[in-house]
């Protein structure tokens, strides 16, 4: 299960198992861009040493590695000894996803709302790449995954209440279809749902 929501009005509820709230002092811990990319890396694709991530994301493996143990300091990501087969210290994310309710900084100094827009706008800048990258590369995928997959928009009319009603609408409607297949399944891969609501000036 990978989760990550931001809202900017209205607290997510219920809350889901193993799911972490973001406050003033985790958001600190996080909003870096390599960082949100680690711990991504690890959600998405399980435990990996700092060498396997610097490889797999173009880094250095100092680099990483710093940021690796100043996500573990955060408690974003634990060791995971029972991967290690040697003296490389092997790491895993701690919780399955991310919460986050901008409205709780509401009157934080400069540096936490400058943080917060970090943390927003690599949430954006991921979505936009996981798109790009899926349209530079679906040529390779089945006929039947390309069928299945969606860009889609659409524009409505809704006051703040309707909104916050569809949006848990839709997530609780992702969360139907998770435990429906397993990794034995042979048509089965992971796949990405973005999901964005926000109003717009009409004028």
């Known amino acids: 299960m990978q989760r990550s929501l931001c809202r900017d009005t209205f607290v ?7 799911i972490r709230k973001l406050d003033a002092r985790s958001l600190r811990g996080l909003a870096h861009p390599l960082r949100m990319e ?59 996803g991310l919460t986050f309710d901008a409205t ?9 709302r400058g943080m917060a827009e970090i943390f927003l706008h690599e949430v954006a800048a991921t979505h936009a790449r996981e798109l790009s990258n899926w349209l530079h590369t679906r040529e390779r995928w089945s006929k039947d995954w390309i069928r299945s997959a969606d860009m ?32 034995d399944d042979p048509d089965a891969e992971q796949v990405r749902i973005h999901t964005h609501l926000f109003p717009i000036e009409t004028d």
């Open 12 to 18: 997510l509820m219920p809350e889901e198992p193993n």
């Open 38 to 96: 680690l711990l991504n890396a690890l959600r998405r694709r399980g435990p990996a040493t700092a060498s396997m991530l610097a490889e797999r994301l173009g880094e250095s493996s100092g680099a990483t590695s710093y940021h690796l143990r100043q996500l573990a300091e955060y408690g974003f990501i634990a060791d995971a000894p029972e991967h290690g087969k040697g003296r490389e210290r092997w790491w895993k994310a701690a919780a399955d």
């Open 104 to 112: 709780e900084l509401d009157g934080a100094g400069p540096e936490l």
């Open 152 to 183: 889609s928009d659409a524009t409505l009319q809704l006051t703040p209440e309707l909104g916050a009603e569809l949006v848990d609408k839709m997530h609780a409607l992702i969360s139907d279809y998770r435990g429906r297949v397993t990794d």
